[in-house]
């Protein structure tokens, strides 16, 4: 069993910056792929950013791509995602999700676990 709690969102700005971390239960967090997923309101959960077991690998949906990292801390069981640039359509509450692989998982249902999110607000 794998606990997920995120944390770093809040109001921002339209080009502002926010990093999101997400911190994870277990010992065995460097054996997971970790992805960023966003849901606004009335809209579908989408993908955000993936990254493998060892942080060698990472994709994007296009519209954050050159504005949003993802990285990893293995030591600390952590998951990063330093969002730039941000836009007001960049709002919405962000989920960080993990699977016990050790690929790039881009899609929701290769997910196992989830985190209660935090919510990101960017103002125009």
């Known amino acids: 069993q794998v606990q997920l709690v995120e944390s770093g969102g809040g109001l921002v700005q339209a080009g502002g910056s926010l990093r999101l971390s997400c911190a994870a239960s277990g010992r065995t967090f460097s054996m997971y792929a970790m992805g960023w997923f966003r849901q606004a309101p009335g809209k579908e959960r989408e993908f955000v950013a993936a990254?493998?077991?060892?942080?060698?690998?990472?994709d994007y949906t296009d519209s954050v791509k050159g504005r949003f990292t993802i990285s990893r801390d293995n030591a600390k069981n952590t998951v990063y995602l330093q969002m730039n640039s941000l836009k007001p359509e960049d709002t919405a509450v962000y989920h960080c999700a993990a699977n016990a692989d050790l690929g790039l998982l881009l899609h929701r249902s290769r997910y196992r676990y989830w985190g209660q999110g935090a919510q990101v607000t960017v103002s125009s």
């Open positions: 990254i493998n077991w060892n942080g060698g690998s990472t």
